[in-house]
Every structure is written in C-alpha cells, then in structure tokens.
C-alpha cells in the first residue's frame, strides 16, 4: 500500500494526483470556468472564434486518469470543414487533451479541434472523443 499527499516536494510526485485532485474537487464533471465562447468568424468563412478560457476536461485514456484543467490564453479561430454537398450534418468543436503517458494522442498538449458528424436527412451530433469536452454543436446544411 501506498500512502501520498500532494504538494509535498518529494521526487516521485505525479501529475496524476493533481488531476485526481480537480475531479475531487469538481465532483466528477467537465466544465466550463470561464470564457470558450463559440461565435461565427466574423468575415463570414468557414470558422468559428473561440474565447480565451478555461476549463476542466476528463482524462478518459485509462482508468483513474483525472481530469485536466486547460487553459486556452488568448482566442483561438478554429477552421470548420466543408458544408456537406446534400441534407444536413452536426459538428462538434472540442477541447481535447493529447496525454501519451495517459494512454492518449500524441502531442503531450491540449487542442481545439472540429469532430465531424454523418451527413443525413436527420442528423445527430457525433460522439465526444476520449479525453475531450464539447463547447459547441454546430448544424451544417448542404450550400452553407
């Protein structure tokens, strides 16, 4: 058995206890603090704006991973894809966490990325990614 306290300056602390320590606190849910608001770019192409913020996101890699605060500094534009051809199609805009050590996507960072939904006469919103919190669902129609 293995018995640690966080914060205490010792050589084998682990980054894990901290994200255990925020999923504690913020009793087991992702979340918005402040800021990552999602408007339309303002020259009309395809893309959104995202507000500097911060927020706390699940690491779903592996068991017991925590959760993660992110901090996104300054706004971001994030490029969205092409409008489908025919019918309809939900996108999401996710903050996702790249974690190796936890299992997860290379880059040992966090991201704003677009999740592409399926095109269909009623669509849905496609699935979150692991480690990964939706800030918007994005409705896409053929000709947008």
């Not at 999602?38 to 995202?50: A, M, N, R």
């Not at 507000?51 to 592996?62: H, W």
């Amino acid at each position: 058995m293995t018995v640690t306290a966080i914060w205490l300056q010792e050589p084998d602390y682990s980054a894990r206890l901290d994200r255990q320590f925020v999923e504690t606190v913020f009793g087991s849910r992702q979340q918005v603090f402040e800021g990552l608001v999602v408007t339309q770019h303002s020259t009309g192409d395809l893309s959104v704006d995202v507000s500097a913020g911060r927020c706390a996101v699940a690491g779903d890699d592996e068991p017991d991973q925590g959760y993660y605060v992110v901090v996104v500094d300054e706004d971001e534009t994030v490029v969205m894809p092409a409008a489908p051809g025919s019918n309809k199609r939900i996108d999401i805009v996710v903050v996702q966490l790249n974690d190796t050590t936890a299992g997860g996507a290379a880059g040992d960072d966090a991201e704003l990325l677009v999740v592409q939904g399926t095109v269909s006469a009623t669509p849905v919103a496609p699935t979150v990614p692991d480690s990964a919190l939706a800030l918007v669902e994005v409705l896409r129609t053929a000709g947008d």
